[in-house]
């Protein structure tokens, strides 16, 4: 039974440019959720996609753009990139809009310079 | 954004101790969960709880879910070398609704 799993696991990019993250939730699963994890700090959520729509979004501004694909995978967007930006990108899924437990990825490590 | 006030915020405690973590909050959550990272990893499901009031073990771990529903804590007993890491308290508000972390207590065992 495959978990979650995410891509790239590493990534440098320089400021005012733009990612893209992805992330294949565990098999069964319909929901993903994007979570932000700043260095000692734990995870803050950025936003739900479910049914291919965005659901819930957390208190983070419109640089931060999903996307999820009928398949359930999901792609989280980062434009005009800042320093504050750097941190380790987590993707959590689950089942039926998130009303169930939510199991998490290994994350992305996203450094700004 | 919001975090839950989690504490301590390290311990350093000897193999074979019991340990012993709280969470607490201003809003109430209906759903209490309880996760451990590992460096370079995600965080990873320990316990969940549904219900205030609910007592949950997964083998040496015992977790309860506060009657008020603002607060949880974690209980490791017999600490072993494995147990060191970064423990998470989560809480969710609706059904829905994405999770509230708090900041981690980062567990350290001496053996």
């Known amino acids: 039974d495959a978990g979650v799993t995410q891509s790239p696991t590493h990534l440098i990019k320089t400021r005012g440019q733009q990612v893209t993250l992805r992330c294949s939730p565990k098999?069964?699963?319909?929901?993903v959720s994007w979570y932000q994890q700043a260095l000692g700090q734990g995870p803050q959520f950025i936003f739900q996609?479910?049914?291919?729509?965005?659901?819930q979004r957390g208190n983070f501004p419109d640089r931060f753009s999903g996307h999820q694909f009928p398949n359930y995978s999901s792609e989280l967007n980062v434009n005009a990139l800042l320093l504050g930006d750097s941190a380790l990108y987590l993707c959590?899924?689950?089942?039926?809009?998130?009303?169930?437990?939510?199991?998490f990825g290994p994350g992305t490590r996203l450094l700004v310079l | 954004g919001q975090q839950l006030n989690q504490s301590p915020q390290s311990m350093f405690i000897q193999e074979g101790e019991d340990v012993s973590m709280n969470c607490t909050s201003s809003?109430?959550?209906?759903?209490w969960l309880w996760y451990k990272q590992d460096p370079g990893e995600g965080p990873v499901l320990l316990i969940a709880?549904?219900?205030?009031?609910e007592l949950t073990s997964n083998g040496r771990l015992t977790a309860q879910f506060g009657i008020t529903r603002k607060d949880s804590f974690l209980n490791i007993s017999a600490s072993i070398p494995s147990d060191v890491g970064i423990y998470f308290c989560?809480?969710?508000?609706?059904?829905?609704?994405?999770?509230?972390f708090g900041k981690g207590t980062h567990l350290i065992i001496q053996p």
């Open positions: 959590a899924s689950s089942l039926r809009g998130g009303r169930e437990t939510q199991y």
């Open positions: 809003s109430i959550f209906n759903t």
């Open positions: 996609y479910y049914e291919e729509e965005e659901r």
């Open positions: 098999s069964g699963h319909d929901t």
């Open positions: 989560a809480g969710q508000g609706g059904g829905a609704d994405g999770l509230t």
């Open positions: 709880l549904y219900k205030a009031g």
